[in-house]
């Protein structure tokens, strides 16, 4: 089965992500700390919205807070928290 559209550009980005981190290596420590830093800031955001945007539309569809859950490797009461 070919990959979908965006598993193929997730895969793109973690190529991408694991090819900077491994360029970072040669960066000065402060550089290299500072680019670690901001990359996990940048996508701790963008993960978070995305969790919470895909979290509230499974509810919409009427998902089960276990069934969400269970899809997303957390807790029910995580997956409330989401949505409150």
Same mark, same amino acid.
């Given at each position: 089965?070919p990959d *979908?559209?965006? #598993?193929?550009?997730?895969?793109?980005?973690?190529d991408?992500?694991?090819?900077?981190c *491994?360029?970072l290596?040669?960066?000065?420590?402060?550089?290299?700390l500072q680019?670690?830093?901001?990359l996990n800031?940048?996508?701790?955001?963008?993960n978070?919205r995305?969790l919470r945007?895909?979290?509230?539309?499974a509810r919409?569809?009427?998902?089960?807070?276990?069934?969400?859950a269970?899809?997303?490797?957390? *807790?029910?009461?995580q997956v409330r928290l989401l #949505? #409150?």
């Amino acid at each position: 089965m070919p990959d *979908s559209e965006w #598993t193929t550009a997730i895969n793109d980005i973690r190529d991408q992500v694991e090819e900077l981190c *491994s360029c970072l290596r040669q960066a000065p420590l402060e550089d290299r700390l500072q680019a670690v830093a901001t990359l996990n800031n940048t996508f701790a955001g963008l993960n978070d919205r995305a969790l919470r945007e895909a979290v509230i539309a499974a509810r919409a569809e009427g998902w089960a807070l276990r069934r969400i859950a269970a899809a997303v490797d957390c *807790s029910h009461e995580q997956v409330r928290l989401l #949505t #409150t």
